[in-house]
């Protein structure tokens, strides 16, 4: 399969930082840009969609190079970090503008195309507000529908769900997947919550610093993270150096048990619902522990304990 969107050294170059990155989205391909802030996550998916200029490099989209098309004739949609609703339009205003601007579409075919889009997310009833009118959730919403009423190509989006509350983020989260199901759009999704990634995406591309670390589908690497970045990312890991060498545990891999090869006392428990992290100091520095509550309900601070490793990654996993 031909990939959708092609990045061939694509660079940018500021003051205190620069990107330079190469890459491929298959098409229908849900690919996230996951990275930690300031990493360069925003800039690139705004060369994609034409808002800035690469100093150098090229995009190609269906194997053509639109690298100096401007925005509007990318046919790329983006919903931005904080949607940038226009806020003197309506609901319906902001979802039917990509099609009015198009021209030679009808009033009463825009129409029915806001009423269907909303309906697929859920906003048909608050077409007539605007955007100070509605909450987080729904803003989003509307944003999407905006970006994808006019079917993109490719369809960008920036942080789409970092400013909401947990619960409707879960909500949208399973949204959105069961959208992408549905409508085969290629996605490309920036994000710094790797829980977000490892949910929605086919492939990941870890970025650090400007440049792409690993990429891979969001199984491959939390199992096989292939660079020190990506090792100290993805997931909870502890770093240790122990008898000159350097590994890295994950933290539900580290087994508190009756008797075992490591020995510690409990420091801290930092209970997080139905987990909890548990902080041992060792003579090799702080190990931490993630459990099941139920697990360690009898653990007390000042303890002493003992415990293994179930799973050490090194260098070359
Ligand atoms: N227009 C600009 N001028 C100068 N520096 C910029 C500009 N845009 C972004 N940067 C810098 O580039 C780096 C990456 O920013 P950004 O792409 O927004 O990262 P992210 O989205 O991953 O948080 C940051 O250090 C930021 O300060
Ligand atoms: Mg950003």
Redesign the pocket.
């Known amino acids: 399969m031909p990939d959708k969107l092609t990045l061939i050294n694509i660079t940018k170059t ?4 620069s990107l330079k990155v190469s890459l491929a989205v298959k098409d229908g391909e849900f690919f996230s840009l996951l ?1 930690p ?7 690139l998916l705004h060369i994609i969609g034409g808002f800035v200029a690469p100093d150098n490099g090229r995009i190609l989209k269906n194997e053509i190079d639109i690298t100096y098309l401007p925005a509007d004739k990318r046919n790329i949609g983006i919903v931005f970090q904080d949607y940038a609703l226009f806020p003197y339009l309506t609901v319906y205003g902001n979802i039917a503008f990509g099609l009015k601007i198009k021209k030679g579409i009808s009033k009463k075919e825009i129409d029915r195309k806001v009423r269907e889009v909303a309906e697929t997310f859920g906003i048909a009833k608050i077409l007539n507000k605007y955007p100070d009118m509605i909450s987080g959730g729904e803003k989003q919403r509307t944003a999407l529908a905006r970006a994808i009423i006019v079917k993109p190509d490719v369809l960008l989006m920036d942080e789409p769900l970092s400013s909401l509350d947990a619960k409707i983020r879960e909500k949208l989260m399973d949204e959105l997947k069961k959208f992408h199901k549905e409508f085969g759009v290629t996605i490309i999704y920036v994000t710094h919550d790797q829980n977000e990634a490892m949910f929605l995406s086919d492939r990941v591309a870890l970025i650090n610093n400007g440049q792409i670390d690993q990429i891979s589908t969001p199984l491959e690497l939390y199992e096989h993270p292939k660079t020190p970045f990506a090792r100290s990312f993805i997931g909870k890991m502890n770093v240790l150096h122990i008898q000159g060498k350097t590994i890295y545990v994950r933290e539900e891999n580290v087994k508190i048990k009756k008797s075992g090869k490591y020995r510690g006392i409990v420091e801290k428990i930092f209970y997080q619902g139905s987990t909890a992290e548990i902080f041992i100091n060792t003579d090799f520095g702080t190990v931490k522990a993630l459990d099941f509550l139920r697990n360690i309900r009898q653990l007390k601070i000042g303890q002493s304990v003992y415990f293994d490793f179930e799973e050490v990654l090194n260098g070359n996993s």
């Open positions: 500021f003051p205190h930082f990275g802030s300031g990493s360069g996550k925003t800039t």
